[in-house]
């Protein structure tokens, strides 16, 4: 029958309506598809569960953790050798297919038949891509019929350039190993720009079995499948034959190193923020991974202070730095030790050491507080307390001495003699304020006034950092904001942190930081002072020469330095060490703060009350508090017996006598304290 052409057209434009509804359906298959399907836009997010990235307070990484991607080569830096060398190796059909290879499977189904060992495998880098971010390793049908399904979408959405890039930059290749740039490092201490044909090959072979075929494992099995991807890129035409055969004889010359960021830069201050991430995270949130934690820590200061603590520890001594910033509490330096790889313990969180005369702090806060004043004069000579006798630094006395001049020169009688007058609660309470004897109570018991108490360095340098903020407490932290996956803010310090809290009041705060100024200024910390601006601080030694401290402020920075022995020996040194080491750092790091002063010397008005001193009940006798011994020149005056049987008595040679302070109790004949009528 003859056809007209009017027939042919209507023909031809029914089978392109059909065609174009074919066409149709499939994008509609396509698009449905896709839409239950991850975007791939987003791969160059991806991050394997656990990961976590520990930054400084200025961005540079301090440690990777986790099996992360430690170094990424950015978009269009990548080597064209080391492209070539895993294209041949890996899919050399790359550039050809549109995700899944259907010719390589085949083609691997025939060499793996022939050769009856599964040597060739099938899967595309598109997939391998699709796999390793998006699905899991199972050797399922419905995992690979997922895994094709990603891979035609990556495809699609991203071109073959990004493809191979994220592929690289995320393929594991043993030995902790993730991507190129960090295999490129952890087996040969090179960048990836730098590898030689030899070193490409060798790491393109590495894929299939990763931990089997690393160079560090079987360095004969590496070099055999070093073989491989030279024959495959020679028949690829990316080098002759001249050039795979001297890669051929190359020898390994492995140079193995740490993966970059896998050690810390700062490990004793990291070991800390382990600890304390659980507190504000959720175990789901620490494993999804991606974490992106920007920390207090300086790390610029950070290694300042640990060449400090290595160069000026004395005597063979441990030393430890912790620095503070007073007005957010953010831990800008942590040094818990010389060395962490030889002893991780910190000694900065985990160490408890004597205080020593910088637990005075406490006993003077609380005293200001309760009226007392740095112009108030006390009697510096060695005297005991129910058998309890402090001697000064040297057996050195003064005699009478004004409050603030006794601390200048860090009198242990005079600070024991306050405890006294002040009363052990209110120091117990002024410590707890500021941090101290809240997880271990303090006793009431003299030794407490000049450290007998054992604490942290962090904890002592918190409680200076909150009185150099004018008596606002802000409770130490690592963290200044926390990311996840998606960027997303999961912690922030300005929102989620520690507002503070008025642990002591203004006046009190500004008069210590008076006084602790004329310690620096020239008393017993005189070695840790600045030209060029203020600093108030306090000298520590414990019992035995055991602990040494300095602990300073600027207004802007409460730093503490301790050196000592973890075995409790005896330093053999003075506290002049550690403020000399203090005085180091601050002299490094202190130019990045203007110069700023404490504010003045306050007018104190409060009135001192004795305590105990309120009204009794009718009826109630009570019997005067001890007050303590002084010793005096008169041989011929007996000791008072210790009211207490299970205190030694009281030194005889020369003998003490009671000493009644301005408006306590009277003596007895034996200078005994008698009872308030």
Request: proline share 8%; charged share 20%.
């Amino acid at each position: 029958m003859k056809r007209t052409r009017r027939h042919w057209l209507i023909l031809a434009a029914t089978a392109g309506g059909v065609g174009i509804g074919v066409a149709m359906g499939q994008a509609a298959i396509t698009q449905a598809l896709d839409a239950t399907l991850p975007d791939a836009r987003g791969i160059a997010r991806f991050n394997r569960p656990g990961t976590i990235t520990l930054l400084s307070s200025d961005g540079q990484v301090i440690q990777k953790l986790g099996p992360a991607t430690r170094e990424k080569i950015e978009p269009g830096q990548m080597p064209e050798l080391v492209k070539q060398a895993f294209v041949a190796a890996e899919d050399r059909r790359f550039y050809e297919h549109d995700g899944v290879d259907l010719w390589g499977i085949s083609r691997a189904v025939v060499t793996n038949l022939r050769q009856r060992a599964v040597r060739e495998g099938a899967s595309t880098i598109t997939q391998q891509l699709a796999r390793t971010v998006f699905l899991s390793q199972d050797r399922t049908i419905t995992r690979k019929l997922k895994e094709a399904a990603l891979a035609y979408k990556l495809e699609r959405q991203l071109s073959k350039e990004q493809i191979l890039e994220q592929y690289l930059n995320y393929v594991y290749l043993g030995s902790s190993a993730y991507g190129v740039s960090d295999a490129a490092w952890v087996y040969f201490s090179k960048t990836p720009d730098q590898l030689t044909l030899s070193e490409a090959a060798l790491i393109a072979g590495l894929p299939p079995a990763p931990s089997i075929y690393s160079p560090l494992v079987n360095p004969e099995l590496a070099l055999e499948r070093r073989s491989i991807v030279l024959e495959r890129m020679q028949q690829a035409g990316f080098i002759n034959a001249a050039q795979a055969e001297e890669a051929r004889r190359s020898p390994l010359n492995l140079k193995p190193a740490t993966p970059k960021y896998f050690n810390s830069a700062a490990p004793y201050f990291t070991s800390w923020v382990a600890q304390q991430l659980p507190r504000i995270l959720s175990p789901e949130q620490l494993e999804v991974g991606g974490l992106k934690i920007r920390t207090s820590l300086n790390l610029n200061w950070q290694r300042d202070a640990q060449k400090v603590v290595r160069e000026f520890a004395p005597n063979g001594t441990e030393g430890s730095i912790v620095s503070i910033e007073p007005g957010t509490g953010l831990v800008r330096v942590m040094v818990g030790g010389k060395d962490f790889n030889t002893s991780q313990f910190n000694r900065a969180t985990q160490a408890l050491r004597s205080p020593g005369s910088t637990f005075k702090l406490f006993p003077y806060a609380a005293a200001i507080n309760a009226g007392v004043k740095p112009e108030d004069i006390f009697n510096d000579a060695p005297r005991c307390w129910r058998g309890y006798c402090p001697k000064n630094f040297g057996n050195k006395y003064f005699g009478p001495i004004s409050l603030a001049d006794a601390l200048k020169n860090s009198l242990n009688t005079v600070a024991v003699q306050l405890q006294d007058k002040v009363g052990f609660d209110p120091i117990i309470a002024m410590a707890n304020n500021l941090g101290i004897g809240t997880t271990r109570p303090l006793g009431k018991y003299y030794p407490m006034a000049i450290g007998a108490y054992e604490q942290t360095i962090l904890d002592m340098t918190a409680a200076y950092a909150a009185v150099a903020n004018r008596g606002v407490y802000v409770k130490p932290s690592a963290f200044e904001e926390i990311r996840g996956p998606g960027g997303e803010v999961l912690w922030s310090r300005r929102v989620d942190g520690d507002r503070g809290r008025r642990a002591v009041d203004s006046d009190v705060a500004d008069a210590m930081n008076w006084m602790l100024q004329r310690v620096v200024e020239g008393g017993t910390g005189v070695a840790a002072k600045l030209n060029d601006r203020p600093v108030a601080g306090k000298t520590g030694t414990s019992e035995g020469a055991r602990d040494l401290w300095f602990i300073g402020s600027i207004p802007q920075l409460t730093t503490a330095v301790w050196f000592g022995f973890d075995n409790n020996a005896d330093t053999k040194s003075n506290s002049g060490e550690a403020a000399w080491a203090w005085n180091q750092l601050m002299t490094k790091i202190k130019e990045q703060f203007p110069v700023q002063n404490f504010p003045p010397k306050p007018e104190l008005k409060r009135t001192f009350k004795k305590p105990g001193s309120e009204a009794k009940k009718p009826g109630q006798n009570q019997e005067a508090p001890f007050r303590g011994y002084e010793y005096n020149p008169d041989p011929t005056i007996w000791a008072p017996e210790s009211t207490d049987p299970n205190q030694p008595a009281a030194p005889q040679a020369p003998p003490p006598r009671y000493i009644a302070p301005p408006g306590g109790p009277p003596v007895d004949e034996n200078f005994r304290p008698l009872p308030v009528q």
